[in-house]
Nanobody
Framework: QVQLVESGGGLVQAGGSLRLSCEAS????????MGWFRQAPGKEREFVAT???????????DSVKGRFTISRDTRDNAKNTVYLQMNSLKPEDTGVYYC?????????????????WGRGTQVTVSS
């Protein structure tokens, strides 16, 4: 059973930065693509960024392109970690950020592309 645990959320002023982490444990051999999604109050969960297994291919939502960077550390298969560096944060970036794992090849940019989800970490950007 794969478990995903997010951390690094918090309260930050507009223009500030945060770095989110997601540690995956369990059947790591099945891990291929990882992704980040977010959900603002009263809104649908939306795609933010995705990265393939090697870390060599990424894709971002237009709303975060140029401000957010997704990366992953696979040096230790026991701690497969993916990061989301968020710079120049805006109030509209506020929401719960979820990490997700896709157990097949190819980047994923829709919720249905992912098989496992974390519980989320809250990010609040004040104006």
């Amino acid at each position: 059973q794969v478990q995903l645990v997010e951390s690094g959320g918090g309260l930050v002023q507009a223009g500030g930065s945060l770095r989110l982490s997601c540690e995956a444990s369990g059947r790591i051999f099945s891990s291929y693509t990882m992704g980040w999604f977010r959900q603002a109050p009263g809104k649908e969960r939306e795609f933010v960024a995705t990265i393939n297994r090697s870390g060599g291919d990424t894709y971002y939502a237009d709303s975060v392109k140029g401000r957010f960077t997704i990366s992953r550390d696979t040096r230790d298969n026991a701690k497969n970690t993916v990061y989301l560096q968020m710079n120049s944060l805006k109030p509209e970036d506020t929401g719960v950020y979820y990490c997700a794992e896709r157990t097949s090849y190819g980047l994923g940019y829709e919720r249905s592309h992912y098989d496992y989800w974390g519980r989320g970490t809250q990010v609040t950007v004040s104006s």
